[in-house]
């Protein structure tokens, strides 16, 4: 008979015993302790690290490219202001305006004159102020600066007409300003850098990314104009409020568009932003320049040497060995000098002299210098908006040629200067950021801010445009899309841009507009 077996094991001879340490046995309350401190100790380590990484984000934005000079003193900040154009000659017209305004109000057309030269040189200070702040930060961050601050002056237009409730005054400035961006600038610096470069690269990516976001604010601009096409035959009034209803909706959501794009460009792709990123394509130089000017300079035949491509490449994604020509103090003709290889280090590319950038005024100065421009701008261009009705009702001019032309051309006068500066410096990814970055501003920021605004002030603005500007719209960015499109420019296509922006220009001088059905309360 078999003897039953146990169920509890028995240790045989010869066989090692498990030993279990006291230790480290837990009950269930110190597993569950354990684990949370595990817990803890990783989310602490988490948000260290979050921390880290933020700090390190907000490092490279606040750190400027290049090592920055002494600040200068306040007097010599003074200077700087006076010396920084020979637009500030126009500042005159500021006290002109004004007493005009006072002493004769009936002159509508003398106070717009004025107040629109005025308002030239003051934007023109505007981005001064913003290209001194802009060297003390880092290069993305400098430019949506320039972006940001220089659209400052549509924005205080913008703002003034529509607390007065000039609705289509709004509305067409707004637009006229992307299409100035668009077509005129953007057109300026692919032509000026076409005199010097047979093409121009830049940055492809980011300009498809550009396209895109213009061409969904093409859109939000067509739908409410299609949506009133559809029922047209219907009570007109809950028609106008549905489309009031519709555009505060779509302008929340432009904004949210446009806080998605600064996330973009400032921190999960900020390489695409930057002149020297890999993914631009090399500047081209003329083997025989067609464009370049033989002439006399100081009395004598002046015979300037003809550089090969090989010898001289700008482009800051070129692998090739770049020179610097140096002019001898005897006046003779340049003379290369080789630069070292670009691998071999930043010391090796440029001089300590070249790697500082010297501030022409120091930060209390800037900041004292917007807070002053905008407040001339505030005023002056109160004087301004409300001279155009009266400046208008003889039939002269109308009121859509002033908004869609003028006005956008006295605001954007300082990004004209700056973006061509640029492109001839082969530095056409910032061109295209002071350019097509405005616009993306003014159609994914301003115009929806404006509306909501309006929302807040109940002011009945909508998205719903003049029929004729927003087609002038959509064909302007599909336009500016294929011309963007191979990620090259040279100067035809900016001849090419900047006629398209005339024809614009000759349209809207005999267009008589149409009359808004939607009035202020």
């Known amino acids: 008979m078999e003897t039953p ?60 490219p290049k090592k920055v000079g002494p600040a200068p003193t306040v007097w010599q900040s003074i200077r700087a202001i006076v010396l920084a154009s020979w637009l500030n000659i126009l500042l005159v017209c500021i006290p002109i305006s004004w007493a005009l305004n006072f002493i004769l109000p009936d002159q509508y057309t003398l106070i717009f004159v004025f107040s629109f030269l005025a308002i030239i040189p003051l934007a023109k200070l505007l981005a001064f102020a913003t290209d001194e702040l802009s060297m003390r930060v880092g290069q993305t961050l400098a430019g949506l600066m320039n972006a940001t601050l220089v659209s400052t002056v549509e924005l205080i237009v913008s703002i003034i007409a529509l607390v007065k409730c000039e609705l289509d005054i709004v509305q067409s400035s707004l637009l006229g300003s992307i299409l100035s961006n668009l077509l005129l600038v953007l ?8 005199l010097r470069f047979s093409e121009q690269g830049f940055g492809l990516i980011a300009a498809q990314m550009n396209s895109t976001l213009l061409t969904i604010s093409v859109i939000a601009v067509l739908i409410p104009a299609a949506f009133a096409l559809t029922d047209s035959g219907g009570d007109q009034t809950a028609l106008q409020q549905w489309i009031l209803q519709m555009s505060h909706g779509v302008a929340i959501i432009l904004l949210l568009i446009y806080g998605s794009y600064l996330f973009f460009q400032l921190s999960s792709h900020k390489a695409l932003y930057q002149d020297d990123s890999e993914e631009i394509l090399e500047s081209k130089r003329y083997e025989e320049n067609p464009f370049k000017l033989k002439g006399f300079r100081h009395g004598k035949r002046n015979m300037a040497p003809q550089y090969t491509e090989a010898g001289l490449v700008l482009s800051p994604s070129s692998s090739r060995t770049q020179v610097r020509f140096t002019q001898p103090e005897d006046g003779n003709s340049p003379v290369a000098q080789p630069i070292s290889d670009p691998e071999s280090g930043p010391a090796a590319l440029m001089t300590p002299e070249e790697e500082t950038e010297v501030p022409q005024m120091s930060i209390p100065v800037c900041i ?27 039939g002269a001019i109308s009121k859509g040629f002033v908004g869609v032309i003028l006005l956008p051309i006295a605001g954007n006068a300082a990004e004209h200067v700056t973006a061509v500066t640029v492109s001839v410096k082969d530095k056409l990814t910032l061109s295209l950021g002071v350019a097509v970055g405005s616009s993306i501003q003014i159609a994914l920021f301003v115009i929806p801010f404006i509306v909501t605004l309006g929302w807040i002030l109940d002011k009945p603005l909508t998205l719903l445009f003049d029929p004729l500007q927003s087609v002038v719209l959509f064909l ?39 009359t808004s059905t939607v009035q202020c309360s």
Request: glycine share 10%; hydrophobic share 45%; with cysteine.
């Open 368 to 394: 004292g210098l917007l807070v002053a421009v905008t407040v001339f701008v505030a005023v002056t261009a109160e004087f301004l908006v409300d001279s155009i009705n009266g400046m208008t009702a003889t």
């Open 187 to 194: 057109g300026m610096c692919f032509f000026a850098g076409g």
């Open 476 to 514: 302007s960015v599909l336009t500016v899309n294929y011309v963007v499109q191979d990620g090259k420019s040279n100067w035809l296509e900016g001849m090419i841009l900047m006629s398209l922006y005339l024809i614009v220009a000759v349209t809207f001088w005999y267009y008589p507009g149409v």
């Open 5 to 64: 077996r146990s169920s509890t094991p028995v240790a045989q001879p010869g066989t090692s015993e498990l030993h279990y340490d006291s230790t480290q046995l837990m009950i269930p309350s110190q597993m569950a302790g354990t684990s949370s401190a595990v817990r803890g100790s990783t989310t602490d380590g988490g948000i260290q690290r979050k921390k880290t990484l933020l700090l390190h984000h907000a490092t490279t934005l606040l750190q400027p």
